[in-house]
């Protein structure tokens, strides 16, 4: 089983890379799997129908306290610690219960739920989380993010939060990087 993940911010195009990925690596033969892995494993446990009914991003509950002090709290402690686990259940999942014969591309991965979990502190978490075989990250400027962007709420989440994103996004992303300015035409 080779692992793909398409990485980057809000924005970047991932779902639609990783889409056109899938049918392309269909085309020539290749058995492939699309997935959401924040999402995958909590469907598969409540047996949702919808990909995006459960959500578990702890975005909401971090760009709040962004602006105030930080404090180490037994929840946030709690929260990290349930995420942690949670992701690596879905890994180990994956891992296990997929057809190992596939190519599974995953439309993000865990580095930014990581990142709302445990702020900066997300990079040592995710370097020891289990890489995928290989990630793409699809880079531009803020701005084009910000202008593709389809939720209100990721477009309320401030620059700063972003940036900071990104930032992880530059200082983990040892793989392949694409610029993602143009528009899907091109």
Same mark, same amino acid.
């Given at each position: ?64 306290? &962004? ?35 596939? &190519? ?44 593709? &962007? ?5 477009? +309320?989440? +401030? ?13 983990? +992303? ?13």
């Amino acid at each position: 089983m080779t692992i793909i993940a398409i990485i980057g911010p809000d924005g970047c195009g991932k779902t639609t890379q990783a889409r056109m990925l899938v049918n392309r690596l269909s085309e020539i033969g290749c058995n492939t799997i699309y997935i959401h892995p924040t999402f995958l494993l909590l469907n598969v446990l409540t047996l949702s129908k919808s990909r995006h009914a459960s959500p578990v991003s702890p975005r909401r509950a971090y760009t709040s306290q &962004m602006n105030s002090p930080k404090k180490l709290s037994i929840q946030r402690m709690s929260m990290g610690l349930l995420g942690y686990l949670y992701a690596l259940a879905t890994y180990v999942y994956i891992k296990l219960y997929l057809d190992r014969s596939r &190519m599974v591309v995953c439309d993000r991965y865990f580095y930014q739920f990581f990142f709302d979990l445990f702020g900066k502190g997300s990079e040592k978490i995710a370097r020891f989380f289990p890489k995928p075989d290989v990630a793409f990250l699809l880079d531009a400027d803020l701005d084009v993010f910000y202008s593709r &962007m389809i939720s209100s709420f990721d477009a +309320s989440v +401030s620059r700063d939060y972003y940036t900071d994103v990104i930032d992880l996004y530059r200082t983990l +992303s040892q793989k392949i990087c694409f610029h993602s300015s143009r528009c899907k035409s091109q």
